[in-house]
């Protein structure tokens, strides 16, 4: 594995945990959202990556050559969480059904701040990552003048 490499799997990193924060972020602010444009109350979103394959034999080949086949990440979807909304009992609210219960998002605060500070901690991980092979990219360079 290069130093540029390792640059490049960094940067998928990076935006793959950036996406994951953009997304928590959207959970958070949508939390008491009872009716959307669909009318119906908001779903939580969830972030599915996967490992970037080769493309192609030859690459596949080259990477075992090298003895790297993996190019970093990349978010496969943003899936919607399949946990059941809860229902709270409301009969005042105007999106209350006959009942008086109104179905309220799938978003647990606690959760999504978990999600966020573990999003957050993998994009200072690929960070340092990419500072340290620029660091040994730079000394690199000094020992060769």
Do not use: C, W
């Not at 390792?6 to 950036?18: M, Q, Y």
């Not at 949508?30 to 690459?59: H, I, M, W």
């Not at 003895?67 to 059941?84: E, H, L, N, R, Y």
């Amino acid at each position: 594995m290069s130093l540029f490499d390792a640059i490049d799997t960094a940067a998928t990193g990076l935006s793959a945990e950036r996406l994951r924060m953009d997304v928590t972020a959207e959970n958070l602010a949508n939390a008491q959202t009872t009716r959307g444009a669909d009318g119906k109350a908001y779903r939580r979103k969830v972030v599915v990556l996967e490992e970037v394959a080769p493309s192609n034999f030859g690459s596949t080949l080259h990477g075992v050559m090298k003895g790297s086949d993996t190019k970093g990440v990349k978010v496969a979807q943003i899936a919607q969480d399949a946990t059941p909304n809860r229902l709270v009992y409301d009969p005042g609210h105007p999106d209350a059904d006959a009942r008086g219960y109104v179905s309220m998002p799938n978003v647990q605060p606690v959760t999504e701040m978990v999600d966020l500070i573990t999003a957050s901690r993998g994009y200072e991980a690929n960070v340092t990552v990419m500072q340290t092979s620029k660091q040994m990219f730079t000394k690199t360079l000094e020992i060769l003048r």
